[in-house]
DNA sequence: CTATTATATGCAGAGAACCATATATATTAT
DNA sequence: ATAATATATATGGTTCTCTGCATATAATAG
């Protein structure tokens, strides 16, 4: 990869949120509800820095009924992840989250 | 390390002339004039990306006689571009340089 | 059909980053 | 002392980024 390429995933590192977002793509897919209560910003916040980890490829959606489901999509990313924040340890239910997950709708 | 103060490295990375000079630093120490030709940027230009990388404290500068040789500071850094641009195979001697190593004054 | 919930998009002001140009300082050579 | 070389800083205009707020769309429930 060139400089210019590489200089560009980086920016998409280089911002608190994305990187928390990224952080917890890392370990398991999210709908956009769980990453809002995750970094505790607004909705149309989390979609926006979605709408920007998506169109730069770092991460794909599918959707699931009501939900949209996000998840990790770049190798490079999860290692350069794993390198700087270390072992991801997150928590797997959210009590201020009421996607299929957190409520345990979902396994 | 939290979520901004990593972010806060990965800002100095998502820049592809700074990327390039401590692509070139991971390598081995360089003046300013050394790194003003592998990139093709004007002597100030390069100056102030490495003020910027200096007060980040990514590099560190040593003064010797006339030039300023920076060197890379953090381990994390070599670590993540070692994993991203691979391994670094620099030229050692550059046509365009008169630095003290260019001109075979220094090994 | 209407209301509700989940998600996406558009827009704009404030601030930050980028980069050029001009200038300052420090070292060495003549 | 003067000139040349190497490096640093100051300043400013232009362009991006950030982020809040308003609104749009899509799916499901009643």
Redesign the pocket.
Known sequence: MDYETTSEVF?ML?????LQILDELRQRES??????AVTG????????????L?EAKLVA?E????????HLRSDLVREVLDQTLGEADLPRHLPDC??PFCSGEKA
Do not use: E, M
């Not at 709908?31 to 809002?36: F, G």
């Not at 910003?41 to 920007?52: D, F, H, K, M, V």
């Open positions: 920016q280089s911002h608190p949120v994305r709908c956009v509800c769980h990453l809002q910003r607004p909705q149309a916040y989390i979609s926006q820095q979605l709408r920007i998506r959606d959707k699931d009924g009501q939900n949209v489901f996000y009421n996607c």
